[in-house]
């Protein structure tokens, strides 16, 4: 059993188009994290939501934790190619990280 | 600052045998971890080193694997005997106090 699901798993869209991608789970974290994975490298941390409701912007990506901390989202606007990878939700809990499976993001020139 | 870094970054052997990876984390850092991804599945803890103490290793998956971190820095995840579902790629991790955790780049361990 995941504790953290993403979805979608894959997604392949034109540059320039926007795109949202989920992660729920049935328990309660008290921070999400995002993590980005190029191929061959380990995952690097884009961002840490702790607060519920909390929005994080980083560039044209927007990070939202959920009210129940128990859901976040990733939005990409004007989608690049550059923005291809793979993009993990991760959930702290004791000192341990509990990641999601990934949505593998493929933006088209 | 050198980040974490994985030795080998491939490894492949057969069934039955013995494979040493190592981890040497970002220095200073006396926190350090190792995850292992299988194929289809996500990203799982292993085990959780504080200098040279296993803090917590609950998700070591049997007595075929054994960690070590001698001195508190570099980190060593032996694999005897090899398994078939051993394959994967195994991921170390530093931090500092309750930082954000800093990963490596893997191996990438095959067995045949």
């Known amino acids: 059993t995941q504790l953290l699901e993403q979805s979608p798993q894959f997604l392949s869209i034109q540059e320039g188009e926007n795109l949202t991608v989920y992660c729920n789970s049935s328990?309660?974290?008290?921070?999400l994290q995002w993590y980005r994975q190029e191929p061959g490298e380990g995952p690097v941390l884009l961002v840490t939501?702790?607060?519920?409701?909390e929005v994080k912007k980083l560039k044209r990506l927007t990070f939202q934790f959920g009210d129940a901390r128990k859901d976040s989202s990733l939005h990409i606007t004007a989608a690049q190619p550059g923005d291809t990878g793979l993009y993990l939700c991760?959930?702290?809990?004791?000192?341990?990280?509990?990641f999601g499976k990934g949505t593998r993001l493929h933006i088209l020139p | 600052e050198a980040g974490v870094t994985q030795f080998p970054s491939h490894s492949v052997i057969e069934k039955g045998q013995t494979v040493t990876l190592r981890c040497d984390p970002i220095?200073?850092?006396?926190?350090l971890y190792w995850y292992r991804r299988v194929m289809g599945k996500e990203i799982k803890f292993l085990l959780h080193?504080?200098?040279?103490?296993?803090?917590?290793e609950s998700g070591m998956p049997n007595n075929r694997f054994l960690a070590e971190r001698t001195g508190g820095t570099y980190s060593t995840l032996k694999v005897q005997p090899a398994e078939l579902e051993d394959s994967g790629v195994y991921f170390c991790?530093?931090?500092?106090?309750?930082?954000?955790?800093?990963f490596g780049d893997g191996t990438r361990l095959s067995i045949l």
């Open positions: 991790a530093s931090s500092q106090d309750w930082g954000p955790q800093h």
């Open positions: 328990s309660v974290f008290s921070s």
């Open positions: 939501v702790v607060t519920g409701g």
């Open positions: 991760a959930g702290r809990r004791d000192d341990k990280i509990i």
């Open positions: 220095s200073g850092h006396d926190n």
């Open positions: 080193f504080v200098k040279e103490s296993k803090q917590d």
